[in-house]
């Protein structure tokens, strides 16, 4: 399983990016850990603006990037206490507040900051920016 593993890094390591055509989506590919991570283009830096809430689907996750300060931020876009898309919800500051049930997220973390009942955190995802360019690691 090891010389496969090799063999397939040895394969991707050859092709730096992968556009789809079907999609438009760019794909990078690195080996972090061990295993393998994909950068998915969000969006450029100028459309997702200060206080936006901007979702995107890739790699069967539904994740929610937004713009805090000047720093891009990326987190599971459905809520883990009833299943809402947290892109639909209202973001103050760095808090994002479910339009479902009132659960209240910190987008900087995807730690809960209120909500009746303890909820697990929502996971969080690394955005880099390059060329003016969003992407988010999966």
């Known amino acids: 399983m090891r010389k496969d593993n090799n063999n397939l890094l040895n394969s991707i390591s050859?092709?730096?990016?992968?556009?789809?055509?079907?999609?438009n989506a760019t794909l990078k590919y690195g080996n972090f850990d061990n295993r393998f991570m994909a950068k998915i283009v969000v969006g450029k830096t100028s459309d997702i603006i200060e206080g936006k809430l901007t979702h995107i689907t890739a790699a069967g996750k539904e994740i929610l990037v937004t713009n805090v300060g000047g720093n891009y931020y990326a987190m599971a876009n459905i809520c883990n206490h009833a299943g809402a898309e947290l892109h639909e919800g209202e973001l103050n500051g760095k808090e994002l507040t479910c339009p479902w049930h009132g659960a209240k997220w910190d987008v900087t973390t995807g730690n809960q900051?209120?909500?009746?009942?303890?909820?697990?955190p929502e996971e969080t995802f690394k955005i880099s920016v390059e060329n003016s360019t969003v992407y988010v690691e999966i």
């Open 113 to 120: 900051v209120w909500f009746p009942q303890k909820l697990k």
């Open 14 to 23: 050859q092709y730096n990016s992968l556009s789809t055509s079907n999609c």
